[in-house]
Structure formats: structure tokens, C-alpha cells
Nanobody, 128 residues
Framework: EVQLQASGGGLVQAGGSLRLSCAAS????????IGWFRQAPGKEREGVSG????????YYADSVKGRSTISVDYGKNTVYLQMSSLKPEDTAVYYC?????????????????????WGKGTQVTVSS
């Protein structure tokens, strides 16, 4: 059974940092792309980052590029999204998801409909 568990969200002031974690079980990172998505109230779920252990690729949406780093801890079967210089517009529920395949660009190419497995979200609130 595939399970993805996102954690690490919270309330932070603008300009602050957070590290989100996605603990995975039941999948092999070599076979799956792990993506981070977020959904703000009244908005569509958007892919913000992705990583592929198979080809080493990463993906960042323009909205978080330069402020975020995605990484994998194979020993802990966990994918991290380090976010800094947070802005109020980063406020959303953040989800991690997995898609069978090789390239992290799949997060942008196929969007949330293209992901195979989802975890429950973690709330990030950035105050101004």
C-alpha cells in the first residue's frame, strides 16, 4: 500500500522559512516522481516542485523558483521542500504526490491530474 504523509506546515511571518517533509512508504523512489502541490482557497491546485531519483531532475514553478529547494533522504524515504523568503501568497495547503515515471517535469506537464498517489495536506500560513 502506497502512503504519503506531508508534514512541517505552520504559521510563519513573511520572510521566514519552513521545511516541508513527505514521508513515503510502499514506493521506490527510483520508479516515481515525487511532486509538491499547493492549493489556496478558491484556487486550483498547482504543482510547485518535483524531483526524480531516476534521472536526477528537479522542477520548480516560477512562483517558488529561487526560494525553494527539493531534496531526498533515501535513508528516511522522505522528500523535503525547503522554502525560504516566504510570502503571504505562499499561504496554502501543501500536498505531496507521486507519479510513476522518470522526469520531474511531469509535475508541470501533467499537473495534479497526472499524479497517481496523494497524501493528506499540511497547512502553510504566511502572515504579513
Amino acid at each position: 500500500e502506497v502512503q504519503l504523509q506531508a508534514s512541517g506546515g505552520g504559521l510563519v511571518q513573511a520572510g521566514g522559512s519552513l521545511r516541508l517533509s513527505c514521508a513515503a512508504s510502499g514506493i521506490t523512489f527510483d520508479d516515481y516522481v515525487i511532486g509538491w502541490f499547493r492549493q489556496a482557497p478558491g484556487k486550483e491546485r498547482e504543482g510547485v516542485s518535483g524531483i526524480s531519483s531516476s534521472d536526477g531532475s528537479t522542477y520548480y514553478a516560477d512562483s517558488v523558483k529561487g526560494r525553494s529547494t527539493i531534496s531526498v533522504d533515501y535513508g528516511k524515504n522522505t522528500v523535503y521542500l525547503q522554502m525560504s523568503s516566504l510570502k503571504p501568497e505562499d499561504t496554502a495547503v501543501y500536498y505531496c504526490a507521486a507519479r510513476w515515471g522518470r522526469s520531474a517535469l511531469a509535475v508541470a506537464r501533467y499537473g495534479y491530474n497526472g499524479m497517481n498517489y496523494w497524501g493528506k495536506g499540511t497547512q502553510v500560513t504566511v502572515s504579513s
